[in-house]
């Protein structure tokens, strides 16, 4: 069966940039903590009027297609991976191909959060595999700025995340030493809430007894009273340490079960590229799985954690500054809210 390999690649940060001093204007935090806790320096935020998480992804895909050697008029499926957005309905996939004026072709919207670019890749790849697609525009995008409370009581969330896009465009290969060799896609939804935005949904306080929810209606009910807007419920909540115990398993987990299935070990990686959610997880897995820093990238310290768009930004920044090459074996792997997580290995 045929592989796919990239193509092409791209990424897109906006031109804002905040510091953690910055941050430390509108909330009780400062540089030593953030810096401490999660290796952040700073990050970017888009735009409030003039980009969103469509528009910059667009400006992602507009350079991975252009590395592709092929047409926006060429591609012919998208999937856009975001948690966060341009509409709650109908999803950026849409909004990508009528910016791009693409052709009429299916665009599929991916909601997995911090792995939704390693599962936005894994079914893309599943497509091309089958014959079914040949140039396939898979995008990873955020703009977290827009929902975040930059009020002390949400600072261990609204530091952490920053914004930008990353892109690539996926086609067959007859290459036999080269593609995408595998992807691993998990899920336990034990824990859904712990690292969740919970408000606007449909739960009406199914799975929230003791949070302030909607008000209690016979039909419809997706208002929300002010007194629960300002008491935060339609804020992202994370409890960054459960989060942070389960990453540290599942992350060395997914790689190594990546690796087995190829029969491939840790000493055959040349390059892994794990989602920016804390430079401590990072550093944490680089050190069980036994890999010297030149195998490792990780650039949260300029952009903040980009959930979907990370893996797409570290692996476009990587490959840009000549730290991946052809042959090079490539690790992505990526844990988030859901609980989710992925791994993709690729021959480059
Ligand atoms: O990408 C999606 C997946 N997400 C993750 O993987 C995130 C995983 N978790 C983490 O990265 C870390 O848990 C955080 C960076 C979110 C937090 O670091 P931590 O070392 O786990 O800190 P903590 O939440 O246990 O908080 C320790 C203290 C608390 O104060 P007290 O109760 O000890 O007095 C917090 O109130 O740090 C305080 N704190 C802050 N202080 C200054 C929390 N946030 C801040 C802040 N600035 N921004």
Known sequence: ?????????????????????????????????IQERTGIKERRFADRLEETTT??????????????????QEVDFIIFATLSPDYYFPGCGVLLQREMKMKEIGALDIRNQCSGFVYA??????????????????VGSEKHSF????????????????????AVVLQPTQNENQGILSTHLHSDGADAEILAMYYPGASANKWLKDKP???????????????QLESGAALPYMDGPAVFKKAVVKFPEVIK???SANNLTEKDIDMLVPHQANLRI?????QLLGLSDDKVFNNIQKYGNTTAA?????????????KIKEGDLVCLAAFGSGFTWASALIRW
């Open 213 to 227: 929810g909607y008000p209690d209606k016979e039909l419809g009910g997706l208002f929300m009273t002010t007194e």
């Open 282 to 286: 990072s550093q944490y897995v680089q």
């Open 147 to 166: 929902a975040m409370d930059f009020e002390t009581r949400s600072r261990n969330v609204s530091v952490i995340f920053g914004d930008g896009a990353g």
């Open 121 to 138: 890749l894994s079914v893309a790849d599943q497509f091309i595999k089958t014959g079914m697609y040949k140039n396939i525009l898979v």
């Open 1 to 33: 069966m045929q592989r796919s390999r990239i193509a092409g690649i791209g990424y897109y940060v906006p031109k804002n940039v905040y510091s953690n001093n910055d941050l430390s204007r509108f909330m009780d935090t400062n540089d030593e903590w």
């Open 257 to 259: 079960e990546a690796l």
């Open 55 to 72: 528009t910059m992804g667009v400006e992602a895909a507009k350079i991975a297609i252009e590395r592709a050697g092929i047409t926006a």
């Open 310 to 322: 990370s893996v797409p930004i570290a692996l476009c920044e990587a490959w840009e500054e000549g």
